[in-house]
């Protein structure tokens, strides 16, 4: 499918250059809310999510469990692999349900530790919103 | 070793595989002590004996046997890997080390779970072997996890069944029925006492009849997340590590504190002799032992720091705290301190790099170590 992408971007260019105005039209890239960032960096650390995580945004090295980096692409992937048990068909629900309902899925690697992910309801709404923000654009 | 550490270090709960590809990472610790020892995976236990032997334990690598087990996570049956890998070793000066017995040793998570403590009772080594949780099934398939051994002949020989006292008494009153048999000391009476640093309780063991009974239990700590064996209250547990006898028939017990481990939220309790708990020493981080010294004052070994950024490199140290309660830092820089015990001329053999870094373990020697100078203790954010 990417590929398909790509074939359908060099078509529509080598188009718009036939005509002589080639329009820089980018696809815009929705800015970073920096301030919703900070504050999940906040309610990272608060929570000490950084004793069993490692993420290099929040300046954490925990390795108990896995690690935060590039949290965007490996959602999407868990999400995409047979052995997801979960619900969550997007990157942001699946970082939502893994904080607020861990058992629905354990990275395989991870399973019979007993060092678990303990579930984080008791948080308000905004904190978690802020912690999916923060992971889901790692 | 759950909650009980939700991360639990305990221990072996404290001593996890993922942890120790980090510490491979970290920087080399400077160690100004003889290493006596090396080579040991995941040593927990050391202890001198009247002979002034040293006993050491190394938790072995698992086996090529694959025993039964149910995942506590997912509740499905599976298998890990077991061996008599672990061994007891006894240590003089001079000498090369002797096999005792060798030890159960199980991989479970990463972990790699033997025996916790050795104490020699009249020439009779004394052990707290393994853990278990009843998330892994009812009945205990790994030989002799969840009790108190004694060794003969190089045999283990079941002294108190602490699986079974549990399931049966569940002592701390939560939904989490666990065991891990790991302090271990002889009181004034002959008896012995158990700290079961998943069970959170001090635990009173007859060798001869194996009657098994309850001392005291430890009142969980403030935690950060919601346990879910303590109705979801932002609580963790104590997990008490060891167990010092006194003469008047009262004890101090370390406490290691459940995850994630705040810095300061560690202590040594005093347990009367009926069994009343009060605070001794507060303000402590992750101590994983506790023995008294030649000069009156107890030593503890606390495992590391696990701040806000998480684990410190080498931020493991040994602790004087003296008749006040007020602690002071002997020994810092160590990484990952699971254990100690002193000789009677004030010599102090710490064990290092206590977790699942397959033969990084090592016994080193402090000679003098209770004559050397305090160092105020690290500033800290209140738990």
Same mark, same amino acid.
């Given at each position: 499918?990417?590929?398909?992408?790509?074939?359908?971007?060099?078509? *529509?260019?080598?188009?718009?250059?036939?005509?002589?105005?080639?329009?820089?039209?980018?696809?815009?890239?929705?800015?970073?809310?920096?301030?919703?960032?900070?504050?999940?960096?906040?309610?990272?650390?608060?929570?000490?999510?950084?004793?069993?995580?490692?993420?290099?945004?929040?300046?954490?090295?925990?390795?108990?469990?896995?690690?935060?980096?590039?949290?965007?692409?490996?959602?999407?992937?868990?999400?995409?692999?047979?052995?997801?048990?979960?619900?969550?068909?997007?990157?942001?629900?699946?970082?939502?349900?893994?904080?607020?309902?861990?058992?629905?899925?354990?990275?395989?690697?991870?399973?019979?530790?007993?060092?678990?992910?303990?579930?984080?309801?008791?948080?308000?709404?905004?904190?978690?919103?802020?912690?999916?923000?923060?992971?889901?654009?790692? | 070793?759950?909650?009980?550490?939700?991360?639990?270090?305990?221990?072996?709960?404290?001593?996890?595989?993922?942890?120790?590809? *980090?510490?491979?990472? %970290?920087?080399?610790?400077?160690?100004?002590?003889?290493?006596?020892?090396?080579?040991?995976?995941?040593?927990?236990?050391?202890?001198?004996?009247?002979?002034?032997?040293?006993?050491?334990?190394?938790? =072995?690598?698992?086996?090529?046997?694959?025993?039964?087990?149910?995942?506590?996570?997912? %509740?499905?049956?599976?298998?890990?890997?077991?061996?008599?890998?672990?061994?007891?070793?006894?240590?003089? *000066?001079?000498?090369?080390?002797?096999?005792?017995?060798?030890?159960?040793?199980?991989?479970?998570?990463?972990?790699?779970?033997?025996?916790?403590?050795?104490?020699?009772?009249?020439?009779?080594?004394?052990?707290?072997?393994?853990?278990?949780?009843?998330?892994?099934?009812?009945?205990?398939?790994?030989?002799?996890?969840?009790?108190?051994?004694?060794?003969?002949?190089?045999?283990?020989?079941?002294?108190?069944?602490?699986?079974?006292?549990?399931?049966?008494?569940?002592?701390?009153?939560?939904?989490?029925?666990?065991?891990?048999?790991?302090?271990?000391?002889?009181?004034?009476?002959?008896?012995?006492?158990?700290?079961?640093?998943?069970?959170?309780?001090?635990?009173?063991?007859?060798?001869?009849?194996?009657?098994?009974?309850?001392?005291?239990?430890?009142?969980?700590?403030?935690?950060?997340?919601?346990?879910?064996?303590?109705?979801?209250?932002?609580?963790?547990?104590?997990?008490?590590?060891?167990?010092?006898?006194?003469?008047?028939?009262?004890?101090?017990?370390?406490?290691?504190?459940?995850?994630?481990?705040?810095?300061?939220?560690?202590?040594?309790?005093?347990?009367?002799?009926?069994?009343?708990?009060?605070?001794?020493?507060?303000?402590?981080?992750?101590?994983?032992?506790?023995?008294?010294?030649?000069?009156?004052?107890?030593?503890?070994?606390?495992?590391?720091?696990?701040?806000?950024?998480?684990?410190?490199?080498?931020?493991?140290?040994?602790?004087?705290?003296?008749?006040?309660?007020?602690?002071?830092?002997?020994?810092?820089?160590?990484?990952?301190?699971?254990?100690?015990?002193?000789?009677?001329?004030?010599?102090?053999?710490?064990?290092?790099?206590?977790?699942?870094?397959?033969?990084?373990?090592?016994?080193?020697?402090?000679?003098?170590?209770?004559?050397?100078? =305090?160092?105020?203790?690290?500033?800290?954010?209140?738990?």
């Amino acid at each position: 499918m990417k590929y398909l992408y790509i074939i359908i971007g060099f078509s *529509a260019m080598a188009l718009l250059a036939s005509c002589g105005t080639i329009a820089t039209r980018e696809t815009p890239t929705p800015a970073l809310d920096t301030a919703l960032i900070a504050r999940g960096i906040e309610v990272y650390r608060a929570q000490y999510c950084g004793s069993c995580h490692t993420l290099t945004a929040a300046n954490t090295r925990g390795t108990f469990a896995p690690s935060h980096d590039g949290m965007g692409a490996t959602a999407q992937a868990r999400i995409a692999s047979a052995d997801y048990s979960g619900q969550a068909t997007t990157v942001e629900d699946y970082i939502r349900e893994s904080l607020l309902e861990p058992a629905v899925y354990f990275v395989p690697e991870y399973t019979i530790t007993q060092h678990h992910m303990p579930p984080y309801g008791h948080l308000p709404t905004d904190d978690i919103d802020a912690l999916v923000y923060l992971l889901a654009n790692q | 070793m759950r909650n009980k550490m939700l991360f639990v270090v305990v221990l072996a709960c404290l001593l996890v595989l993922a942890a120790g590809a *980090a510490a491979q990472d %970290m920087p080399a610790p400077v160690i100004t002590g003889d290493i006596i020892l090396e080579g040991l995976t995941s040593p927990q236990g050391v202890y001198v004996d009247s002979d002034g032997a040293l006993w050491v334990i190394d938790s =072995g690598l698992g086996g090529e046997e694959q025993v039964p087990f149910f995942d506590p996570n997912t %509740m499905e049956e599976t298998t890990v890997p077991f061996g008599n890998s672990g061994r007891l070793l006894r240590w003089t *000066a001079g000498s090369d080390p002797e096999l005792i017995a060798e030890l159960p040793s199980a991989v479970t998570g990463g972990d790699f779970v033997s025996a916790g403590r050795v104490i020699v009772v009249d020439g009779v080594p004394y052990l707290t072997v393994g853990a278990w949780i009843e998330a892994a099934g009812e009945e205990v398939t790994i030989p002799n996890f969840g009790n108190v051994v004694r060794v003969e002949d190089g045999a283990l020989v079941p002294v108190a069944d602490l699986w079974a006292f549990e399931r049966a008494n569940n002592p701390d009153e939560t939904t989490n029925i666990e065991t891990h048999p790991y302090g271990i000391a002889a009181s004034p009476d002959g008896h012995l006492v158990v700290a079961d640093a998943a069970g959170n309780d001090l635990l009173h063991v007859d060798p001869e009849s194996s009657h098994v009974g309850v001392i005291a239990v430890f009142d969980p700590l403030p935690g950060v997340f919601p346990s879910p064996y303590r109705n979801n209250e932002l609580l963790t547990d104590p997990v008490p590590t060891q167990v010092v006898a006194n003469e008047d028939g009262s004890y101090y017990v370390s406490l290691l504190s459940g995850a994630p481990f705040i810095p300061g939220s560690a202590s040594v309790m005093m347990v009367s002799a009926d069994g009343e708990v009060t605070p001794f020493a507060t303000g402590l981080t992750m101590l994983t032992d506790l023995r008294r010294g030649p000069d009156g004052n107890l030593y503890a070994t606390s495992f590391g720091m696990f701040t806000q950024d998480g684990p410190v490199p080498n931020s493991g140290s040994v602790i004087r705290i003296l008749e006040d309660g007020s602690a002071e830092v002997v020994v810092d820089g160590l990484p990952f301190v699971t254990g100690l015990a002193l000789d009677a001329d004030g010599g102090a053999y710490v064990l290092i790099n206590g977790l699942g870094i397959p033969n990084a373990g090592a016994v080193v020697y402090y000679e003098g170590l209770t004559e050397m100078p =305090g160092m105020p203790m690290p500033a800290m954010a209140a738990p």
